[in-house]
């Protein structure tokens, strides 16, 4: 596995040669510059070939496509704060299916999640501080477990999706990389 700590601390210019300065955004961009040097058009539909959505947690310590043995293409992938099913997760699985074909939803969350340190008092501090409280929930919780049940729940009651059948949950242990299935009752 690649991480950012293998990486060059200075980024580089197409050619490859070392840049000096720069933003985080400009070591990403000259990233991109590489990739695109090789890059060849895969010749992929946007439709999953394992007509799988997963819905996951966005911290930095989830390699999903490794975890999980996926390759590109093989999956819709939909990631937030705490990989909680929220209303813009139901709009990007709604689509995923009804426009691109996906039949499952696999659902991770993870041990050491930061949402198990917040609380929704994190809103009203983001009002006192910036004058606008935001209309969007936190989401934290305490129990990961009951919180992918929680998840599973919403996805299997939406209205909005045809598949909510084969929807499985999950927690990502980050020190073993194991997955534990979670019961949905």
């Known amino acids: 596995m690649t991480t950012s700590a293998s990486l060059p601390t200075e980024p580089t210019d197409p050619a ?12 990403l961009v000259d990233a991109n510059h ?4 090789g890059f060849s ?26 975890a999980l043995g996926l390759e590109l293409g093989d999956c819709h992938t939909i990631r937030n704060a705490g990989g ?37 008092d994190f809103r009203h501090e983001l009002e006192d501080e910036v004058g606008q409280r935001p209309a969007w929930a936190v989401e934290a919780f305490r129990d990961v477990d009951q919180d992918v049940r929680q998840s599973m729940q919403r996805v299997r009651t939406s209205p909005f999706l045809l598949n909510r059948d084969d929807v499985r949950g999950f927690v990502f242990d980050v020190k073993t990389g194991l997955l534990h299935e979670i019961d949905p009752a």
């Open 16 to 27: 490859g040669a070392i840049s000096t300065g720069g933003t985080v955004t400009d070591r």
């Open 34 to 37: 590489r990739y695109a040097a």
């Open 41 to 66: 058009d895969p010749g992929m539909d946007a439709r999953p070939v394992l007509k799988v959505a997963v819905v996951a947690c966005m911290d930095a310590r989830l390699d999903l496509h490794d």
């Open 84 to 120: 909680v099913v929220t209303d813009d997760v139901i709009r990007s699985l709604t689509i995923s299916q009804r426009a691109l074909g996906t039949r499952s939803v696999v659902l991770i969350h993870h041990t050491g999640c930061g949402l198990l340190t917040l609380t929704e």
